[in-house]
């Protein structure tokens, strides 16, 4: 509801209202049907406003790109336990901090669904209590084809099993 | 004299100041590093921000007003100013070891006044320029936190314009004013205002670098708190 930076509610909330008091819009709704994965309307609103942020403000400048960064660790299957806090700690300094309108708004894909999706978050996480950032495996692969080796020892676990 | 208070406390102020001003005047530090007295507030690093009557608020911009009841030092406040500063060291490239400007930086000193312990936020590791073209000033682009001071400077005391900011979001950066786009076609000089307003080590004086040793430096004895309203008060 309102695009972009508005709220995002469930099918069961259809008996909101369009109206100030309640979901606020300024003319523009979008309806999404159920072949529609979440994640990705959410990644791609949070895309937008890294790319829209004019850069003026700490929060919104370095926010944007952190809350995309973090969304997509999360997105990508490399979250674990403390990363759905972390995505709310950034949301939340975007929230209060930014200078203008957009960066005050430009995490409500995240928080609106994170409000009503919180199982989803919760399943897209690992079941271990830390993630690094980074694919260590993946980053050993243009190594690994420079010397030429594909065999075990070339391969680095990423987690101490 | 009409007043406001900051944490309960009372304080006067003229008509026409910001909360920052007020506060100064008062002796009480609000932490902030794109703010300077003498210069155009600017209102982008977003430290200063306090909550006025319940709303956050940049203190360096926003007007004092009668009545106004501030909240500057508040845990939860305390705590955003530090994650604000994290998103600084993030963006950059700030490896204080090797850095000139060590003990001397407002950036390093309000993370030590800040309690800020670890960068806490993943690193962004940008690819920035160093500027090294020019025979008595550096200009090294990885400190660089867009406080805009230098262009203010140069602009508003110099009568200049050497220095710009350009781009956006995550790619906005600073930009020099000339054909080459480098500091040895501009005009300027060791004596201008713009070469030494710098808070961090992204503009230097070249060999001044080890002048004050380590450990007799600006931060090293005094936290910027008080450096900074002694500094201050002064102008
Ligand atoms: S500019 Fe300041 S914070 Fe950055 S590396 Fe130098 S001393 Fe550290
Ligand atoms: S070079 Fe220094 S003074 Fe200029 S914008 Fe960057 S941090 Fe601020």
Request: net charge negative.
């Given at each position: 509801m309102g695009g972009p930076s508005g709220t995002f509610i469930t099918v069961e909330e259809s008996h909101r209202l369009l109206a100030y008091e309640d979901l606020a819009t300024g003319g523009s709704f979008i309806v999404f049907n159920n072949s529609r994965s979440i994640f990705q309307i959410v990644k791609n609103f949070t895309d937008f406003f890294a790319h829209e942020s004019?850069?003026?403000?700490t929060p919104c400048r370095v926010g944007t790109s952190l809350l995309q960064k973090q969304l997509d660790k999360i997105v990508l299957g490399?979250?674990?336990?403390?990363d759905v806090v972390e995505l709310e700690r950034i949301a939340g300094l975007l929230r209060q901090y930014s200078h203008c309108g957009l960066g005050q708004t430009a995490a409500n894909p995240v928080l609106t669904t994170l409000e009503r999706y919180p199982e989803l978050y919760q399943q897209q996480l690992k079941k271990i209590s830390y993630e690094p950032g980074f694919d260590l495996d993946a980053a050993l692969q243009v190594a690994r084809q420079m010397a030429g080796r594909n065999d075990a020892a070339a391969h680095l676990q990423q987690v101490e099993e | 004299m009409a007043n406001l208070t900051i944490d309960g406390q009372v304080v006067g102020f003229e008509p026409g100041q910001t909360i920052m001003e007020a506060a100064t005047a008062a002796g009480i530090y609000i932490p902030h590093l794109c703010h300077k007295p003498g210069y155009t507030p600017h209102?982008?690093?977003?430290?200063c921000s306090v909550k006025v009557n319940g709303r956050v608020c940049s203190a360096c911009t926003f007007p004092a007003a009668d009545g106004q009841q501030v909240i500057s030092q508040s845990a939860e406040l305390q705590q955003d100013r530090r994650h604000i500063t994290q998103l600084l060291f993030v963006e950059g490239n700030h490896f204080c070891p090797s850095c000139e400007k060590t003990g001397q930086c407002q950036l390093q000193a309000v993370a030590y006044e800040l309690k800020m312990h670890d960068n806490h936020f993943p690193q962004f590791y940008p690819q920035r320029a160093l500027d090294a073209s020019h025979p008595d000033i550096v200009l090294d682009h990885n400190r660089c936190i867009f406080c805009n001071l230098c262009v203010r400077a140069s602009r508003e005391k110099d009568g200049k314009n050497v220095f710009g900011i350009s781009g956006r979001g995550i790619h906005k950066h600073l930009i020099v004013n000339s054909e080459s786009g480098l500091?040895?076609?501009?005009?300027?000089?060791?004596?201008?205002?713009a070469a030494h307003v710098?808070?961090?080590?992204?503009i230097l004086i070249r060999n001044t670098a080890y002048h004050v040793p380590i450990g007799q430096r600006l931060f090293d004895h005094q936290p910027i708190s008080e450096v900074s309203l002694e500094h201050d008060h002064g102008q």
């Amino acid at each position: 509801m309102g695009g972009p930076s508005g709220t995002f509610i469930t099918v069961e909330e259809s008996h909101r209202l369009l109206a100030y008091e309640d979901l606020a819009t300024g003319g523009s709704f979008i309806v999404f049907n159920n072949s529609r994965s979440i994640f990705q309307i959410v990644k791609n609103f949070t895309d937008f406003f890294a790319h829209e942020s004019c850069g003026f403000c700490t929060p919104c400048r370095v926010g944007t790109s952190l809350l995309q960064k973090q969304l997509d660790k999360i997105v990508l299957g490399h979250g674990s336990a403390g990363d759905v806090v972390e995505l709310e700690r950034i949301a939340g300094l975007l929230r209060q901090y930014s200078h203008c309108g957009l960066g005050q708004t430009a995490a409500n894909p995240v928080l609106t669904t994170l409000e009503r999706y919180p199982e989803l978050y919760q399943q897209q996480l690992k079941k271990i209590s830390y993630e690094p950032g980074f694919d260590l495996d993946a980053a050993l692969q243009v190594a690994r084809q420079m010397a030429g080796r594909n065999d075990a020892a070339a391969h680095l676990q990423q987690v101490e099993e | 004299m009409a007043n406001l208070t900051i944490d309960g406390q009372v304080v006067g102020f003229e008509p026409g100041q910001t909360i920052m001003e007020a506060a100064t005047a008062a002796g009480i530090y609000i932490p902030h590093l794109c703010h300077k007295p003498g210069y155009t507030p600017h209102g982008s690093c977003k430290l200063c921000s306090v909550k006025v009557n319940g709303r956050v608020c940049s203190a360096c911009t926003f007007p004092a007003a009668d009545g106004q009841q501030v909240i500057s030092q508040s845990a939860e406040l305390q705590q955003d100013r530090r994650h604000i500063t994290q998103l600084l060291f993030v963006e950059g490239n700030h490896f204080c070891p090797s850095c000139e400007k060590t003990g001397q930086c407002q950036l390093q000193a309000v993370a030590y006044e800040l309690k800020m312990h670890d960068n806490h936020f993943p690193q962004f590791y940008p690819q920035r320029a160093l500027d090294a073209s020019h025979p008595d000033i550096v200009l090294d682009h990885n400190r660089c936190i867009f406080c805009n001071l230098c262009v203010r400077a140069s602009r508003e005391k110099d009568g200049k314009n050497v220095f710009g900011i350009s781009g956006r979001g995550i790619h906005k950066h600073l930009i020099v004013n000339s054909e080459s786009g480098l500091l040895k076609d501009t005009q300027l000089t060791v004596d201008d205002a713009a070469a030494h307003v710098c808070p961090t080590g992204a503009i230097l004086i070249r060999n001044t670098a080890y002048h004050v040793p380590i450990g007799q430096r600006l931060f090293d004895h005094q936290p910027i708190s008080e450096v900074s309203l002694e500094h201050d008060h002064g102008q």
